[in-house]
């Protein structure tokens, strides 16, 4: 039971159980203090004073802080430096944390924090991306990718449309929102627990808001509730001001953001505003396209400008466009800062792609899988991308061939047609999608890993990585890594909380690339100690190094064998270590920013899906009846894992498209901060007709962790087929040719004025 077998989650029975601890069940020392933030109720106003003095009156409260008590720098900017964990002079966004305060209860805490009042000086705030584009106002300069010469092919192509489209953002979602507890130690040592996916980030935001040497501070993590990219830059603000409670307090605080809270403070999916002008041949080939992507960074930098790249190189998807210029902008807005969510930008530029195709199919009355074949990346010639990669590992046609044959697409296709010909009133679409999406880091530094695993004299085998676990089943698989190199049960090795203290200097787990990595470093490091191994096997029977053999928990040499475990106790004996660390270095990639050019991708993972759903041309209501999806795995490393992978992945891009929407009033304040304005799917949303299938006999070309792809983010996108679906469906109310114009998340209120435009002819 080691690499690729669907061993189940080392979690499985605790998450089921409600036995697996998270931050909040943690057993806490007798002295510790629970916290509350006080947030900005306007868009955009000036600091004038803060009087805490009602709020130190209440009973229990131990200690206030604000951003003039920070004794370190008041900075947490991932990217870009200069950005504040407390507001300092001026709040940028509804709901910017401004202060917090630290009490014996959280009751204590909660009603202390509203006593705080703060002196405001409203200012003008910049509310949407349009109002942001006007006022040329970025959190970072524009990005430009471009080929060739697309104003003069615009120019010269037959034909030629142009149009806008919008995609919402998303909150994450986690059920288990932000929280960290800080324990100050001796001489101002911190030890953090943080619910995030970058220790290192935490542990760096923590010695700059104290003024401690990195040394100074310890952020462990054993796993998160879910994160999907809200924890990889926004936990080290909760974890910072937890910190800058505990240090000020001088006793432990645990503070956990209540779901309002949670939703009103911190980042989400980049929202974008998308205007193209495309060049096409009467067949439906793209010529030229000139691409603009707005995203909504909101107040600061955050990730926004690696997400706006991560846009950029997911605007081609998987067509070859010959002259082209895509223009990526990160819009400054008076916003919470938006953030990593899941494809991390790789959502919004497909969405764009793929918007702009459903056009040319319509207006060319031709269907859209047809004008998809015709621009698919080739395999000899057409096959470079517009930042200059070339798709060496491209297998379009044969995951888009075998989704459509397994589900006969012909034969689904017409019974659509036939329901639609005889219902008036409820419509259904179908479409399909394929997926290229690209896997590192965009930034080549962060694609490195460590890992440090012991073997133990009983043959145990204790196991820790620089990735965390937040549900997507890492510490599996890099434990199934490890098993398989010493050909040892997966029980036999055990993982350990992820600590800053035991691998250092770590990237984010994100950009679905942790058993990439981690699971490199790894079998790097059991590589190490399995060849010490070798050396006291050989020498103790006499054999060359090259005879022995693991296999099944055993160690052989010629006719002698000894248990995995009795090789250990004899190396020990022989004083030969059993530990060591590990290190990884994604190979081939690099990138330069300034040209957006390189090979920022080891690789790519495809997939490919379609989706039926049902529309209600009365009431814009809409079900998702059946979706087929099928995705490349390369060699699973765990086929079990990766459907759960799959199908969360899809279902959660589903509500990205469809129910989730964001809110805000005319002042900037969002309005859905809670389960029951905003709408996650649900159980009763999962298509009733859903299947998952891993591509077949398909290794990573590339020299990957046993030849195993990513999975994480890829199949999120898969989802496009449902937005797809539904254009399908309110196309069929009008006359063919007609431009659907329809937004994402496709509501029932945008379904329903999508129809009514249709109707009245496009
Ligand atoms: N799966 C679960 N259950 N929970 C999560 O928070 N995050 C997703 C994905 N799958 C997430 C998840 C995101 S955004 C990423 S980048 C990857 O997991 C990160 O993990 P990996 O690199 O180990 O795939
Ligand atoms: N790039 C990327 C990043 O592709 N995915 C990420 O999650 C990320 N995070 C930080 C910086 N660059
Ligand atoms: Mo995932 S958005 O890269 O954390």
């Keep these: 039971r080691g690499a690729h077998a669907s061993v189940r989650h080392d979690s499985a029975a605790g998450h089921v159980s409600g036995r697996a601890v998270y931050l909040d069940d943690m ?96 200012l003008p705030a910049v509310l949407s991306v349009e109002e942001a584009l006007a006022a040329e106002s970025f959190v970072a300069p524009p990005q430009v990718m471009a080929r060739g010469n697309p104003e003069a092919a615009l120019g010269l192509a037959p034909l030629r449309l142009s149009g806008e489209v919008r995609c919402g953002g998303q909150d994450h979602f986690y059920l288990e929102g932000q929280i960290a507890i800080a324990v100050p130690g001796e001489d101002r040592d911190m030890q953090v627990y943080s619910s995030t996916q970058h220790p290192t980030e935490v542990q760096h935001g923590v010695a700059h808001l104290l003024g401690l040497p990195f040394a100074q501070v310890t952020v462990e993590v054993r796993r998160m509730g ?112 938006n953030t990593a969510f899941r494809g991390f930008g790789g959502p919004q530029g497909m969405f764009a792609i793929e918007a702009i195709l459903d056009d040319v199919a319509r207006h060319l009355k031709l269907p859209l899988d047809t004008v998809r074949a015709r621009n698919f990346y080739g395999v000899e010639a057409n096959n470079v991308t517009p930042y200059g990669m070339t798709v060496e590992d491209n297998i379009i046609e044969r995951v888009t061939g075998e989704l459509a044959r397994s589900v006969d697409l012909p034969g689904w296709r017409a019974a659509v047609d036939a329901f639609n010909a005889s219902s008036p009133v409820v419509k259904k679409g179908l479409a399909t999608v394929p997926v290229k999406f690209g896997i590192s880091f965009n930034l080549p530094t962060l694609n490195q890993a460590g890992a440090l695993v012991h073997v133990y004299t009983d043959g145990s085998v204790h196991l820790n990585h620089g990735g965390t676990e937040m549900g997507q089943g890492l510490f599996v698989k890099v434990a199934q890594v490890v098993a398989e190199a010493f050909k040892i049960d997966v029980d036999r090795v055990r ?134 999806l099928l995705q490349d795995c390369g060699n699973s490393l765990n086929p079990a894992i990766d ?52 591509l077949a006999d398909a290794p990573n070309r590339e020299a990957t962790v046993m030849r195993s792809k990513a999975v994480g983010e890829p199949p999120l996108m898969l989802a496009l087929s449902v937005w797809l679906a539904i254009r399908d469906a309110v196309a069929s109310v009008g006359p063919p040719g007609a431009k659907v114009e329809l937004d994402a998340p496709a509501t029932p209120t945008r379904v329903l004025a999508a129809v009514e435009r249709v109707r009245g002819g496009g």
């Excluded at 950029?312 to 210029?325: A, E, F, K, V």
């Excluded at 030969?576 to 690099?590: A, E």
């Excluded at 799959?646 to 809110?663: C, D, K, N, P, R």
């Design 27 to 122: 057993p806490l020392p007798t002295n510790a203090l629970h916290a509350a933030l006080v947030l900005s109720p306007h868009a955009h106003a000036r600091i004038r004073a803060i009087d805490l003095a009602a709020a130190l009156e209440v009973p229990g409260v131990v200690a206030a802080v604000t951003a003039g008590d920070i004794p370190g720098v008041n900075d947490i900017g991932p990217i870009l430096k200069g950005e504040p964990a407390l507001a300092e002079g001026v709040a940028e966004y509804a709901g910017h944390p401004v202060a917090a305060i630290a009490a014996e209860t959280l009751e204590a805490a909660r009603e202390a924090a509203a006593l705080v009042a703060v002196d405001w000086e409203e």
């Design 226 to 337: 879910g994160a999907f990219g809200g924890k990889e830059s926004q936990a080290t603000i909760i974890a910072g001001i937890a910190a800058l409670l505990a240090w000020k307090a001088g006793r432990p605080v645990k503070l956990r953001l209540p779901r309002d809270d949670d939703m009103l403070a911190t980042g989400k999916r980049h929202p974008f505003l998308i205007r193209y002008d495309v060049g096409l041949d009467a067949d439906g080939r793209l010529l030229a396209l000139d691409l603009v992507l707005a995203g909504d960074a909101g107040n600061i930098a955050d990730l926004t400008p690696a997400v706006v790249a991560r846009a950029l190189c997911h605007s081609d998807n998987c067509y070859w466009i010959p002259d082209i210029r895509v223009t990526g902008l990160a819009c400054k807005t008076n916003k919470v800062s």
């Design 495 to 628: 993982v350990s909380a992820t600590s800053t203290a035991k691998v250092p200097n770590t990237s984010a787990t994100a950009a679905s690339s942790g058993s990439d990595l981690n699971g490199m470093a790894a079998l790097a490091a059991a590589e190490t100690i399995r060849g010490r191994m070798v050396e006291v096997m050989a020498e103790r029977f006499g054999v060359p190094a090259g005879e022995v053999t693991f296999d099944d928990g055993r160690v052989f040499a010629r006719n002698e064998s000894l248990s995995f475990g009795e090789l250990a106790q004899l190396c020990w004996s022989r004083r030969v270590s059993l530990s060591s660390t590990g290190f990884y270095r994604t190979p081939k990639i690099h990138w330069d920013a300034a040209t957006c050019t390189g090979r920022p991708f080891f690789y790519f993972t495809y997939g490919a899906a379609a989706a039926e759903v049902a529309i209600d041309t009365l009431t814009g209501e809409l079900r998702v009846l059946r979706a087929e």
């Design 643 to 694: 459907r759960g992978q799959i199908e969360g992945a899809f279902v959660q891009g589903m509500g990205w498209l469809t129910s989730e929407e964001l809110w805000w009033d005319d002042r900037g304040r969002l309005g859905t901060h809670g389960p029951s304005t905003y709408k996650i799917p649900g159980s009763r949303d999962v298509p009733p007709v859903f299947n998952t299938r891993l």
